[in-house]
């Protein structure tokens, strides 16, 4: 594993502190137009849908260019690239790869210039790890197809304004993975109804969609009628570089040590605590773990060789981690860490709290831990089926 940046790598960094620097104003000083004059010109930069071709609108740009980009908006805490992340990171890539000439100038642009956000349409209610169960049904008549079913967990579905939908189209299959079609529809489509769900942390990020006679255009679909689980794999595929992720868990993990100095634990500084701080040192060796197997998978892409199963590693463990700083935080601050916002002795208005309460954000959301290991056992460690 090579560590060094060549010297055009090292320009691109200083380019993007240089930009930075120069754009990213501190919190307080942000103004209502903040977002919108930061969406415009980081996609002037050519940075938003920064690895996708030329052609639709990226920058063609490089893996590692991308990686040092990730890093760098992560360690400053800058907004997002675009408002639509799934739009950025699976629904445009999708239909890059499957949609239709069509489609590509219908929906493409939209997503790189945040004027429209993206939500996802696979989970249901009984059906969410085995997801190649699905039901919602879409049968065709003429030139749309009917739906009709439930989807759940569906995160932003109450202010997105098109779904990637996964519908079953076929029943009578040998294999389950048959049968489903990818289907784009509008949310404000006639006979869509979002009840979002509130969260134990009292958030209401998602919710559960009923569709009852919903006709979606043909040519929304995306793909072939049947080819769904096939769109729908190589789409979450594109979502691959864990990079970004580690330097938000390195900010987290400073956040956490600025706590545990302003402290006390049983009269004493928590800082002085041997326990707190062997706890501190196991956490930032953890992360580290996380970079240096993330720049395994970096290696392994520069390459060419596509990632596969290995991502399930880093997901297993940033989600164990997330959940062990969260609770060694509300821990150490006692009783008051448990109050949320607005509790009169809240711990940094109750940022640790709502963390730990919001655990199944890292967990569950994209796939659960159970199924991670699964997917280690079976594919990488070459054990018997579960
Ligand atoms: C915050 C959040 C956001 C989400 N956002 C979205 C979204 O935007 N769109 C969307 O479609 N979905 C979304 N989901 C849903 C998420 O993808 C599912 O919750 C997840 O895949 C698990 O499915 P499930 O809830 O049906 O649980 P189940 O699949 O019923 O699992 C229940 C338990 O059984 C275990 N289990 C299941 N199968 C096996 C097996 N074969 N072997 C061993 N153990 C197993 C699981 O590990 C788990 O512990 C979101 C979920 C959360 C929590």
Known sequence: MDFEYTPEEQAFREEVRTFLAENLPRKAE?????????LAKVREKGWVGFSWP???????????EQTILREEMALAKAPPLGTSFMGLAWVGPGIMQYGTEAQKKKFIPDILDSKVTWCTGYSE???GS????IQCKAVREGDHYLVNGQKTWT?????SQWIILLTRTSFDVEVKHNGITCLLVAMDSPGIDVRPIENMAGDRHFAEIFFTDVKVPVENRLGEEGDGWKVTVSALANERSSIGEVTQ????????????????RQGKPASKDPKVRRTLAVFEAKIAAMKYNGLRYLTKQIRGEPLTSETSVNKL???????????FAVELTGQSGLQLKGGSDAVENGRWAKSS?????????GGTPNIQRNIIAERILGLPKD
């Open 30 to 38: 942000r103004g209502t137009d903040f977002l919108a004059t930061w």
């Open 54 to 64: 030329k052609e639709f609108g990226g920058s063609d740009g490089g893996l590692i």
């Open 125 to 127: 209610p009984n059906h």
């Open 130 to 133: 085995d997801l190649a169960s």
């Open 155 to 159: 995160t932003g579905a109450a202010f």
């Open 249 to 264: 868990m390195f900010g987290k993990l400073d956040t956490l040590k600025a706590l545990v100095k302003r402290t006390n």
């Open 317 to 327: 463990h940033r989600a164990s981690l997330e959940i062990e700083m969260d609770d």
């Open 357 to 365: 309460l919001n655990w199944p954000n890292v967990v569950i959301g």
